[in-house]
């Protein structure tokens, strides 16, 4: 006796739909990763309040034995930029596929032509990452690299780099202006993240979630510019 066994084929579209839903998971997860990168960067930020001793030693310590004997010494922060810039390397590669994809199936039976309403951060999310990548590969040509100095010696440390950086007014303005790109950026981010994700499953859970994707962006443009404002204006020297 023969039984035959039915096997499904999934078109072309439904094929291209379930690998968009992929890449959509992709993009969320890999923003998410760097959302909990800056809220740790920003934490970092602020020990400059405490002083050169409490900077330098953060900055030091994540260059140092955070993974020893796991790893040898040192291997800690070159593990973490790897991971990091693999995430940063997928989400933007997510981002550009998905938007290849979506001027293609314009004009297709598939495709609602009608406009639907979107808010601001949601129409400039991809101008927006683009200016974001742009501020940083400066910030590590700065920062990093030292390969441009503003204000502080070659052999400078962390802190002194911080104070000295953010003396200028027209940084501080470049700083405020990119920062605010970045959280108009997370805002819209955070919450697409989630839906994407199946978080937002009713009106209260997406009303909630719009909330802590407001809270999270105004925590971070607060928390990235205390600092740099508090140099400005010599409240830290």
């Known amino acids: 006796m023969v039984t035959l066994v039915a096997t ?12 968009s839903v992929a890449i959509k998971v992709l993009m969320a997860i890999t923003g998410l990763i760097m959302i909990g990168f800056l809220l740790m960067h920003m934490y970092g930020n602020l020990k400059v309040f405490f002083g050169a001793e409490s900077f330098d030693h953060y900055a030091e310590w994540l260059k140092g034995d955070i993974l020893y004997p796991l790893a040898p010494k040192g291997w800690f922060i070159w593990i ?18 998905l938007t290849l994809r979506a001027r293609r199936a314009r004009g297709t039976k598939y495709v609602n032509s ?6 601001y951060s949601a129409r400039t999310m991809r101008w927006g990452g683009v200016i974001l990548a742009g501020f940083l590969v400066f910030h590590i040509l700065q920062f990093t690299s030292r390969t441009i100095k503003t204000g502080f010696a070659a052999d400078a440390g962390a802190y002194d780099m911080f104070v000295a950086s953010f003396q200028y007014w027209w940084l501080v303005l470049a700083y405020a202006l990119w920062m605010v790109t970045v959280c108009m950026h997370i805002r819209h981010g955070f919450w697409s993240a989630f839906a994407t994700l199946g978080a937002n499953t009713s009106a209260k859970a997406r009303t909630w979630f719009n909330i802590v994707a407001y809270a999270v962006a105004i925590l971070l443009y607060v928390g990235f510019m205390v600092a740099p404002l508090a140099v400005l204006f010599g409240a830290v020297k």
């Open 80 to 97: 973490f930029r790897t991971f990091l810039l693999a995430a940063i390397v997928l989400h933007i590669w997510s981002a550009a596929t």
């Open 8 to 19: 499904t084929t999934l078109s072309p579209r439904a094929q291209a739909v379930r690998s």
């Open 114 to 119: 009608k406009p639907i309403q979107q808010t």
